[in-house]
């Protein structure tokens, strides 16, 4: 990946940049009974009546119900029912990681009353034609979340009413910490981030490498397992479609020191800057009448911090930090046909061609939107370069002006308002001094300080990094630190504190 400002910038204080797959959300339906007319056609093949439809699937409920009950037995797991809606399903599932560990297998199956698609029989009066229309509903849905051993940390939700539609989560984070452990490449990981890996090139090539006809076999595989209907339908397999999809990359700072004061910076002014043309370019979007309404920028707060989102419709691309170590940006869609990429169209009756279409929903999908979404991903860190970053200052006024203790002797901080340490810094900035530098007996002649007081002065001054020495020599000269803190405490003084002073009599 191509280094942006902020990486060039920050270059030595950085273990590296990651980008890699989030959370991946996906799909899947069954071909010819995901649709009411679908579900209607097939009963009229069955010769079942429209009406007898809950009675048609009633006994496939109780087939998913006594898979559940016979896959719990074989791992020795207990259902947990959750009928509060506070409840989150993740903290469940980490209590029980934490005394079970992640060693591949079934973890935990969790049920839960929910929404639903569903059809209704229904008779048209005016024409006597019976058939099935779609409606919503509840059943009993379960989560069975397991650890696969090439994905991490998934789950598979599965409805007990028909039409059947399931829902696959991964995340690609947890994917690459197992290809790493496979190739023994040492790395440290906190929840879905990583705060530094040993080999990143080959970390990098891993997540790039993340694979759709893999994931599809599992997800066939797990599908047949949990949810033992498609043969009723006489279908194979399901249909397998990204419903969201999160893309990350991730800036792994050594320090916290360096993170902290550079996001309070530039998240400040990124919700301000963005205006709605740079969000529509970060999301290699162009402004159109119909589109503008859409777009739109929040600033929230969480215990982990601040995040800045800036959205889309379907799609938004936000940074925020992770444990005061990873600068993340991130790009969310909610329907990949938000993006468009030139590909193979198919024409009824007439020859294909290759034309600018949008992304397909398909999983695999996921290697063109992999492409998509990191350039979204490094549009957004090269408006982040272009923030003023005052973090670099802010540092230095901290070391600059707190005392040095735990070393022998220690040093007091520097008051820029003290009358002593201006007065000394003054003479300092000397026009006289700037080429070739100054002894103490140049300072001693222009301040009223003993020798001996003087020596202390300069060994404080070079500690904190504001002179230096010049090499076999008793001269000293101002470091570049040196002159901009002299510079701006002048400045300051003079031209703000000193003048609003005055207006007050």
Known sequence: ????????????????????????????????????????????????????????????????????????????????????SHIRKEDLVARVLAARGDAPGLVHVISAMEGCPSYTPWLDKSNGHVFLRPDQGKCLHYYFYFIDEELGLCYLRVPTWAPFGLQFYCNGHSALARSLRREGIEFVQEDNAFLRVADLARAQALADTFNP????????????????????????????????????????????????????????????????????????????????????????????????????????????????????????????????????????????????????????????????????????????????????????????????????PSVKGLNFFNAADHSLLRTLQRGEFNIHGWRRADLLARMHISPSAMSRQLRRLHMLGLIKKVTHTYRYYLTRLGRAAIAAACSLTRFNIVPAMASTH
Request: with cysteine.
């Open 213 to 408: 006809e893999q994931l599809h076999r599992r997800l066939k595989r797990y599908a047949h397992w949990l949810c033992p209907v498609a043969d009723v339908f006489a279908q194979d397999d399901w249909h397998w479609s990204i419903r969201q999809a999160e893309y990350s990359t991730d800036l792994m700072f050594r320090s916290e020191h360096i993170l902290v004061p550079l996001y309070d910076a530039i998240s400040r002014q990124a919700v301000l800057a963005a205006d709605a043309p740079r969000v529509a370019g970060f999301l290699g979007k162009k402004i159109t009448p119909t589109l503008a309404q859409e777009i739109g920028s929040r600033l929230s707060t969480r215990i982990e911090g601040r995040c800045i989102k800036h959205y889309m419709g379907a799609a938004g691309v936000k940074v925020y930090d992770k444990f005061s170590r990873v600068l993340r940006v991130e790009t969310t869609v909610n329907d990949v046909s938000f993006f468009k990429h030139h590909r193979k169209v198919e024409h009824k009756g007439e020859a294909a061609t290759r034309e600018l279409a949008p992304l397909k929903k398909s999983i695999y999908s996921l290697i063109d939107l992999r492409e998509i979404l990191l350039g979204c991903n490094q549009r957004y860190l090269a408006f982040l370069s272009s923030l003023d970053d005052p973090s670099a200052g802010e540092r230095d006024l901290q070391r600059l002006s707190q005392p040095r203790v735990g070393i022998e």
């Open 1 to 84: 990946m191509a280094a942006t400002g902020l990486t060039e910038r920050y270059a030595a204080n950085l273990h590296g940049v990651l980008s890699c797959y989030d959370p991946i959300i996906i799909t899947g339906t069954l071909p010819g009974a995901c649709y009411a007319g679908g579900m209607t056609s097939f009963l009229y093949s069955r010769g079942i009546r429209i009406f007898d439809y809950p009675r048609f699937a009633e006994p496939l409920r109780e087939r998913i119900r006594q898979r559940a009950q016979e896959v719990c037995t074989a791992a020795g797991v207990e259902i947990e029912h959750v009928n509060k």
